[in-house]
């Protein structure tokens, strides 16, 4: 403690004088000045709590080439400085990131609602070790996302854990679906949006494409295509974080769930109702024989009437004209 | 008023037309009229073609649930759940019309038992003499011979009049499994919502083009009609018009003496009008619902 204290004010020395020789404005302190006193791993402010900064990590965090001052801005008038400096500004340099998060769920919270807990920057990515998310050891790299976001949304994070999708990342499957796939990064909203409802059905397609396109041909697929979603999309019959396979007993769509599952919107619906196919495929014979018939009958009386009529409308056309128009 | 001239040439009946164009009003009254269409049909023209198009206009949002212009149209009526009540309401109207008409061919047939309903010259159903009609007409198209002498419904007035009854049993039967999927399956399977909802699309695709292109094009469009005949409208025909369109028809009101009995009245201006306003809507509108399918499919 003695130590530091010395060379605090050696430090501080040194920084005065310096400024004093340049007669201008002040020369900053580079990053060495200020780990003269945050270098040190016991160091504390006045109120006990950490103010140590590992120089090392910070060297390899992204923002290494950095210099103390240019986040602690404050910190660059003089030295030491005041046990309270501004809040660092991440916005100054990442405006565009920042203007997203400002509209977000986490920002209404922090910023509005008074949620003290509520993340802002630094909770998910760090403070001084932070790294770009495509570092495996980052906090934001995709493996680690639904830890980072666990960290407070513990429950939910329980519920991911048992579904589908987190086994498939413990597997290694690097492009299935963590948080932030379908909640984003920084303009988190609301879950109960229309808009963001709608994007789900989306992202689901960009692994699932066959499968939203099933979808699609439906009357839940279309109605949800117009923008509405009153109707059921991929969550309301799937699940959110837990989802399961149809083969797995406790999935939403195995067979013994299904009446349950459908009852939620179709009240009263029974064993023969859930027979039906919310992703049918005309073309494909073994899945429904008589809607592949059904496609079939019409693929050939759509266009063979159409054909026979369309013929027969421009050669009476053709002869009336020929005719003088009557007829 | 007295059926006047109908022994006369074909020239004098061509003079006598001419005098149908001319704007006066007087011309047009003392013109002879045969009825064609009672009340009642009119009255049910009017109402499937108003709930016609009105599903159609509630149901394209769905059908081309990814065109540009399918959630602006959907907005019109209030977003899906107004879209969605409109199509309802419309659906069970034309269903209960076309109900009603089926009831009204049955009591006039076996409580009032009207001849001629089923089978002959004035029936609906349609008998080998369409064939042989619609082989005439087909050569006529190509100059191989006379058009043929047509009755009182033609081939094509009858396959139209077949695809209402036809499409509205299927389409309302459909329709009423995706309004009451619950109480449908009761006694279908679930799978059969998807039979009908496939079949309602597909069958929608071919009326609301049937409807549109081949009836427009038919009944009102083609060069003898355009820009549309009004005779749904007013429910009577000029007795030229009907001995040069329908001339079989004619010779056997005049053979059997009932011609005189089916004259009326002239329509009146204000029923030309009033039918004027409802066919230029109803071509509108429709064609401008074909408009949006083509901007659909081109995209």
Known sequence: MWTRSVLCVAAACLFSTAAAAGQTAPKPPANEDCLVCHGEADAKRADGRTMAVDAKHFEASIHGPLGCVDCHAEAAKEVPHPDKLAKVACASCHDDVAGKYHDSMHAWAKEKAGLVGAPACADCHGTHDITPHTVKTSRVYRDRIPETCGSCHAGVREKYDTGIHAAALKKGASNAPVCVDCHTTHAITRTDTDAWRLSVTAECGTCHAKVVDSFRRTFHGKVTELGFTRVAACADCHGAHDILPAANPASMVSKARRVETCGRCHTGANERFVQYDPHPDPSNYSRSAVLWWANRFYWLLIPGCFGFFGLHSALWYWRSRKNGGRS | ?299
């Open chain 2, 1 to 299: 008023m007295t059926p006047v001239g109908f022994d006369a040439p074909p020239h004098e009946a061509q003079s006598r037309e001419g005098t149908l164009m001319e704007p006066s009003g007087a011309a047009i009254e003392q013109h002879v009229h045969v009825a064609r269409f009672d009340r009642a049909s009119r009255w049910l023209h009017v109402v499937i073609m108003l709930t016609f198009l009105g599903l159609s206009a509630t149901g394209m949002p769905l059908l081309f649930s990814e065109a540009a212009w399918a959630r602006m149209l959907a907005r019109v009526f209030g977003g899906f759940h107004g879209a969605g009540l409109v199509h309802r309401v419309f659906g069970a109207t034309l269903l209960a019309a076309v109900v009603w008409h089926i009831g009204n061919v049955l009591y006039r047939a076996f409580v009032l038992c009207e001849k001629g309903l089923f089978w002959g010259p004035t029936s609906m159903v349609p008998q080998p003499r369409d064939i042989a009609d619609l082989y005439r007409q087909m050569k006529w198209f190509f100059g191989l011979g006379p058009q043929p002498k047509f009755e009182h419904f033609t081939y094509w007035e009858k396959f139209d009049y077949m695809a209402v009854l036809w499409g509205t049993a299927l389409m309302g039967a459909a329709g009423l499994v995706l309004w009451f999927p619950v109480a449908a399956s009761r006694i279908l399977p679930g799978w059969m919502f998807n039979v009908a909802l496939f079949v309602h699309g597909a069958e929608a695709s071919l009326a609301i083009g049937f409807i549109f292109v081949v009836h427009f094009f038919n009944g009102h469009l083609r060069p003898g009609k355009f820009p549309m005949d009004l005779v749904i409208f007013t429910g009577s025909v000029a007795v030229e018009q009907l001995r040069e369109e329908r001339p079989e028809e004619y010779e056997r009101l005049r053979r059997t003496g009932a011609l005189d009995a089916r004259c009326v009245p002239a329509p009146s201006h204000s029923l030309l009008r009033r039918g004027r306003i409802v066919g230029t809507l109803g071509l509108t509108l429709g064609l401008g619902l074909v408009a949006l399918i083509l901007y659909a499919v081109a995209q």
